[in-house]
């Protein structure tokens, strides 16, 4: 059985991402997608958010499963079993990034194996930080979003625009 782990922050998850998925448990007989947390990166979305997210959008995938986890990805693998780490390339800038964190998890376990999938013209110039500027400025993002997913953002963003108000206001008093 080919067992594979996707993982990622997925603040949001695009449509990008999704067409990955789907690609992936095509090839995959299973496709753990695994939300985690970057200490580099400030979430809109709490892991609990987004994993709620992640499975409502690929709740039409019978072999893929949604998980959370910190700590190392190779530790994770060997955790649920999976024999390779599944990861999307946008640009060459990406491959450069994925190339080096490659080398990495294979010095760590020499079992571990990124399989990397190129992103469709469509997708290769989205990022979820993008996605999150742009809508946060008003535009609509709609097209790149699963629908449930860009719901969930414009209202994140519409409370978040409330509480900087609120918060400015009352420093002003």
Known sequence: MKVAL????FDPLTLGHLDL???????FDQLAV???TNESKHPLFTVEERVAQVKEAVSGLDNVSV???????????????ADYLMRGLRNTTDFQYERDIAAMNNFLDDQCDTVFFLAKPEYQHLSSSLLKEVTSSGGDISAYLPANINEALKQRLKEKRASEVKEDNEKGR
């Open 6 to 9: 996707f993982p990622g922050t």
């Open 21 to 27: 998925i789907k690609r992936g448990s095509a090839l």
């Open 34 to 36: 695994a939300v985690m």
């Open 67 to 81: 998980i959370t986890a910190e700590g190392l990805t190779v530790d994770l693998m060997n955790k649920i079993g």
